[in-house]
């Protein structure tokens, strides 16, 4: 048992945000405190900032914004929470681009595949407001041999939101160099704005063909 009283009382061995301070619990401490899920019997994993309990359930990019080109910013886009690239158009400033978003899928969901699970990764970004092939990307992902890249996928002309689907035959996410895909917008004319991204396992042994992609009906 640990006595406080009026004064100032230090912990030593604790980690500052570890430390006792007066006041009800936070948000924060409560979702903290609560068990990791158990991941291994989930078919999908997400990120998706609108979500206030787990936004990244399974698939995390905050702690990979140190990478380079990564470090993208969380804002508020037409009214939804959302992630976003940073590339500009001044020549000479092509270093200050940030157009990669990374992702890491959790070890214990699928960690070293090595083709045997296929799986699907859907995004979900808003329109070209430029108009046709303004805006696009790819994603570059941990393969069987090595990280190689989905054909490249323009998205739609227009306002709103529209979500594009990428199934990978032959993908490892063995995390090599700390990360198991990211999602490349590089040589877009405009900013890319991701409201979510999920990724699931698919039913059935994987083929090894090549990865295709697909667009889901828009919102």
């Known amino acids: 048992m ?44 997400y990120a998706d900032c609108s979500m206030e309990i787990l936004p990244e359930f399974g698939l995390y990019n905050q702690r990979l914004r140190t990478l380079p080109g990564g470090k993208i910013e969380d804002e508020v886009h037409t009214g939804r929470p959302c992630l976003r690239t940073h590339m500009t158009s001044r020549r000479g400033e092509e270093a200050l681009d940030n157009p990669y978003l990374y992702f ?3 070890d214990s969901w699928l960690f070293f595949a090595r083709g045997r699970v296929p799986v699907a990764i859907t995004v979900e970004c808003e329109r070209a407001f430029r108009g046709k092939k303004k805006l696009g990307f790819n994603i570059m992902y941990d393969s069987t041999t090595g990280y190689r890249f989905t054909r490249w996928q323009w998205v739609d002309p227009g306002y709103g939101w ?25 040589g877009s004319k405009q900013d890319l704005w991701v409201a979510s991204v999920t990724v699931e396992k698919l039913a059935g042994p994987s083929d090894g063909n090549a990865p295709r992609s697909t667009r889901r009906p828009s919102r």
């Open 2 to 45: 640990l006595r406080l009283g009026p004064r100032p009382t230090l912990i030593p061995g604790l980690a500052p945000q570890d430390r006792a301070r007066p006041g009800p619990p936070t948000r924060r401490d409560v979702i903290a405190a609560r068990p990791a899920p158990d991941l291994q019997q989930v078919p999908i994993i």
């Open 162 to 186: 529209s979500s594009y689907r990428f199934v990978l035959n032959d993908a490892s996410f063995a995390n090599r160099r700390g990360f198991d895909f990211r999602i490349n917008a590089k």
């Open 104 to 106: 890491d899928v959790d």
